[in-house]
């Protein structure tokens, strides 16, 4: 096994290990802020949050925007490695210019970049899984990219329950309801919006928003793309064993 394969392989098994551990004290001390900061936050806002990610979820699953990438087929995992690393690194340097943007622009102008930021999002992840190989006009592998964005952005109770989905797609997707309609995008939103507001609602203080929009962006983008990283590799091991020394 090379360097690079042990990398990986270790690189794995500590996120898969994270995945999987139970909520930490600061966890739960996190969720609670994150509670608290939502009885403060103005209904209008919550509202521009939630119908964005309604609508973006509905986009994701049955719009034509997103399905343009044809899986790239016949390549070694450090191929499809390496060409990931470097979308993810465009997405990061976008997202973090977009956010100083509009995090310089006041209020109203921060609120846009809810929209724009997970577009971003998803048109990464769209690019990942056509990188590796999985073509995204299956319904089912929407949903997939979908349980990807929760894991890297949920609570880490939801975080156990979306991992084992992910672990057991095989199973999973097999279970999944033929009605596309019957997906709960209600939890999905509900588990992100929380998320990003300990983060993002900084953005929206004048002064320091534009510095908050370009920092926070590039973390969240970074975090969701090793997310998708792991747990495409992680099923494409799954498949074959014998795939990382191709």
């Known amino acids: 096994m090379t360097a690079y394969e042990q990398a990986v392989r270790n690189e794995l098994t500590r996120w898969q290990q994270a995945m999987q551990k139970p909520p930490s004290a600061f966890g739960r ?3 609670s802020l994150q509670h608290r900061i939502n009885r403060i936050i103005p209904d209008r806002v919550h509202a521009v949050i939630t119908a964005t990610i309604k609508q973006m979820t509905r986009a994701v699953l049955f719009g034509a925007e997103f399905l343009t990438r044809t899986p790239v087929i016949g390549e070694t995992i450090a191929q499809r ?41 998803m048109k990464m992840l769209f690019e990942i899984a056509g ?9 089912r592998e929407r949903v ?24 057991n797609w095989p199973q999973h997707s097999r279970e999944l309801p033929e009605d596309i309609n019957q997906f709960d995008w209600l939890t999905f939103q509900q588990e992100y919006r929380d998320y990003i507001d300990l983060a993002k609602m ?41 795939l990382l020394t191709k």
Request: without cysteine; aromatic residues 14%; positive net charge.
């Open 29 to 31: 001390l996190s969720t």
């Open 202 to 242: 900084a953005q929206l203080i004048p002064g320091i928003g534009a510095a908050v929009g370009v920092v926070v962006n590039y973390r969240l983008v970074n975090q969701l793309g090793r997310t998708a990283m792991n747990a495409y590799r992680m099923r494409l091991l799954a498949e074959n064993p014998a």
């Open 131 to 139: 990188l590796y190989g999985f073509s995204v006009s299956d319904y």
């Open 81 to 121: 490695d390496s060409a990931v690393a470097k979308r993810i690194d465009f997405y990061r340097k976008t997202s973090a210019a977009e956010g100083g943007v509009t995090g310089a622009g006041g209020f109203w102008l921060s609120m846009a970049d809810f929209p724009i930021l997970l577009g971003l999002k």
């Open 144 to 167: 997939f990219i979908l349980y990807v964005f929760q894991l890297a952005f949920s609570s880490q109770e939801r975080r156990q329950v979306i991992y084992q989905y992910i672990a």
